[in-house]
T-cell receptor
């Protein structure tokens, strides 16, 4: 069974620090990777997508992908209290799939 | 731009009652459509997906069913709700053809009493 694993947390960081969220996946054929943010009681919203090995930066967010290690991460620089949410890692398990496999999410708390 | 709607936003239903949740997408044609459930404190569970009108794939056997009567409309139904059906129901869409970025609707919070 194809799996996506995340540390459930909670991960607590002080305001202004870097938050590092990690995700591993089991299917070596996975091609597409996504990070979603979900505030309590709300639906997930897309933060980043990444398809190639290396780093991808968008504002305070950086996604990192290492396909050899089957590892994807999300760094949040200058963390703000408004970043407090659950972060979901999602993976497309192989070419041609119509489904995303989601991790259970990591809860992040940014302490003012 | 594309927009996805879900209704109702919240619903409280007695055990054994029927259910109908609706999802519609605007601004795109022939989207792939998905129904997920998120139980309290748990991850996203894919229930159904559809790649076209009348084409439904079920991921989890249960007392729920889905239909796609129109290109941009996706309906989740049940004839008799169970307590375990309580949760946050999310509809999502992607562009036609292959899976790319998946976008979620605002969700329906269902409580079965």
């Amino acid at each position: 069974q194809k799996e996506v694993e995340q540390n459930s947390g909670p991960l607590s960081v002080p305001e202004g620090a870097i938050a590092s969220l990690n995700c591993t996946y089991s299917d070596r054929g996975s091609q597409s990777f996504f990070w979603y943010r979900q505030y309590s009681g709300k639906s997930p919203e897309l933060i980043m997508s990444i398809y190639s090995n290396g780093d991808k930066e968008d504002g305070r967010f950086t996604a990192q992908l290492n396909k050899a290690s089957q590892y994807v991460s999300l760094l949040i620089r200058d963390s703000q209290p408004s970043d407090s949410a659950t972060y979901l890692c999602a993976v497309v398990p192989g070419a041609g799939s119509y489904q995303l496999t989601f991790g259970k999410g990591t809860k992040l708390s940014v302490i003012p | 731009s594309q927009t996805i709607h879900q209704w109702p936003a919240t619903l409280v239903q007695p055990v054994g009652s029927p259910l109908s949740l609706e999802c519609t997408v605007e601004g795109t044609s022939n989207p792939n459509l998905y129904w997920y459930r998120q139980a309290a404190g748990r991850g996203l569970q894919l229930l159904f997906y559809s790649v076209g009108i009348g084409q439904i794939s079920s991921e989890v056997p249960q007392n729920l069913s889905a239909s796609r009567p129109q290109d941009r409309q996706f309906i989740l139904s049940s004839k008799k709700l169970l307590l375990s059906d309580s949760g946050f129901y999310l509809c999502a869409w992607t562009g036609a053809g292959k899976l790319d970025t998946q976008y979620f609707g605002p969700g329906t919070r269902l409580t079965v009493l």
